[in-house]
């Protein structure tokens, strides 16, 4: 007898080809997803969020274009003209809002892929990852301090970008997410061309430009400023006759000697008939001799010493930390989270008595606590509060006064003046602490017209979190699985049906 036929002999090779074509395709349209997704002009999507966290705004857009101009006009070496490096360092836990931080620089690469080659591109960078980089950008720029998310490079330019900066948390206020804001403000500053230049005074017991000592010294606060594409140039009012033509800024840091009539005349020209920008760090004790500029600009310092009896507002090493700002203006938006911390400080606020101008404002920024005073005679010891000599609490170290008048060339605004009643915020022993270098680089970066208002919308920041009770999610957890189980129910009595008949 014959063997029986085998019907499906002719249809099993056809089967093979038809699964071996189907993987073939399958494999195929991947690829050919993949790639069409990796060009620009194909990536269309609609982000359908509350608060649209996955989508750049317009004024970030409008950036990356001029900015990819630039780019593309720039001579490089085959490395991408900005390099955004995310702080990855082993020692150091998983941060959540490292996540967050990263979604957004892959918004910016795919918005800059778009007009051609990437001129923005994200890197890790830390001990263990990019490690010859991250040796060389500190030894440049400085090592990353505890908390830096971001350092964004473009040639021998860098800015630091902290955790603080790009999530702050308001008092009372649930954290936002200012990433948006921080990362296109500070890729304004790294592209700019030209310098602003910054001229320190001397001759008067000032601290020292490139002087690395830790109370008299600047150095640390002038590698700041020209990471941030500022010239710091020295400045002698008494043989120089006049400020420089190309002064962005003069800083007055601390002097021990009053200026003389003249000096003081010459910077008085320089803020009223230039429409300059000073920025005055005033010890207490010292003779400055700045009173007449002073007076015409409605500022008031009186030679007396903060005392800050309340153990709660000042340090383990003794410094008095004052945590209250006026936060409608930009010369405090860095300081939402940080003190600023000095052991001396003069007392700065508006001058009552003087007469009233419609062309200035005066705005005083930081004050310590109620429980503060002035004191005027500093000597006295056991300190204590004299109604009739000293100056009550809360006590204003800081004020910034603008005249709305005259058209200073390249801005829209007339002179601005900074005074401020400590030099020791700026010294190397202090600028790192607390908000001191963040307040004196934003009062430069205001003064010099580098302050950028990036109109970014806030997002919510942090991440979702589900909390729940064992109950709530085993409730959850049923109703999910119902359908399923329905499924399965079904699908057992058809089973068990069909095998009965």
């Not at 490690?131 to 860098?158: F, N, V």
């Not at 004191?375 to 100056?391: I, N, T, W």
């Amino acid at each position: 007898m014959a063997p029986p036929r085998d019907d499906f002999a002719a249809v099993r090779p056809v089967r093979r080809l038809n699964r071996l074509t189907q993987a073939l395709l399958a494999v195929a349209l991947a690829l050919a997803a993949n790639y069409l997704a990796s060009l620009p002009d194909f990536r269309f999507r609609e982000d359908m969020t509350p608060d649209r966290r996955h989508s750049l705004a317009a004024e970030t857009t409008a950036t990356l274009r001029t900015a990819g101009a630039l780019a593309r006009a720039a001579k490089d070496d085959g490395q991408p003209w900005v390099r955004a490096l995310v702080l990855t360092n082993s020692g150091q836990p998983a941060d959540p809002r490292r996540t967050r931080l990263v979604g957004l620089l892959e918004a910016y690469e795919a918005e800059t892929a778009r007009d051609g080659r990437p001129w923005f591109v994200k890197q890790d960078i830390g001990d263990s990852v990019n490690a010859a980089l991250y040796s060389t950008i500190a030894a440049r720029h400085g090592a990353p301090e505890a908390g830096t998310a971001l350092i964004l490079l473009r040639g021998t330019k860098a800015k630091y970008l902290s955790y603080a900066e790009l999530f702050p948390r308001p008092a009372d206020q649930p954290e936002l997410f200012r990433g948006e804001e921080a990362v296109t403000g500070a890729l304004l500053e790294i592209t700019e061309e030209k310098a602003a230049v910054c001229y320190v005074t001397l001759g008067h017991g000032e601290l020292g430009i490139d002087d690395a000592s830790a109370l008299r010294g600047l150095s640390l606060l002038s590698r700041q400023l020209r990471n941030r594409n500022f010239e710091v140039r020295p400045l002698d009012l008494a043989t120089a006759g006049a400020v420089p033509r190309d002064a962005s800024l003069v800083l007055v840091a601390g002097p021990r000697a009053p200026f003389s009539p003249t000096e003081d005349e010459r910077l008085r020209n320089y803020l009223g008939e230039r429409n300059g920008r000073v920025l005055l760090l005033l010890d207490p004790g010292q003779r400055h001799g700045l009173d007449n500029l002073l007076a015409e600009w409605a500022i008031f310092s009186p030679d007396a010493e903060l005392q800050e009896p309340d153990p709660g507002c000042r340090t383990v090493q003794g410094d008095i930390a004052l945590r209250s700002f006026y936060e409608g203006h930009p010369l405090t938006k860095p300081l939402t989270a940080l003190p600023l911390l000095a052991a001396r400080l003069r007392p700065v606020r508006f001058d009552l008595g003087s007469s009233p101008d419609s062309t200035l404002s005066v705005r005083e920024l930081v004050r310590s606590s109620a429980t503060a005073w002035g004191e005027s005679d500093p000597a006295q010891r056991p300190a204590r509060f004299d109604a009739e000599r000293d100056h009550p609490g809360p006590v204003y170290v800081a004020a910034a006064a603008t005249r709305t008048t005259g058209l200073r060339k390249g801005a829209g605004s007339g002179g601005r003046l900074v005074v401020v009643g400590s030099s020791e915020l700026a010294a190397n022993a202090r600028l790192e602490r607390g908000g001191n270098g963040a307040f004196l680089t934003q009062c430069a970066a205001w003064l010099g017209d580098r302050e950028r208002a990036v109109a970014v919308p806030v997002r919510a920041g942090g991440l979702y979190r589900l909390n729940a009770t064992a109950d709530d999610l085993w409730t959850l957890a049923w109703r999910f699985s119902l359908i399923p189980l329905l499924v399965l129910a079904v699908g057992l009595a058809v089973s068990f049906w069909r095998r009965r008949s």
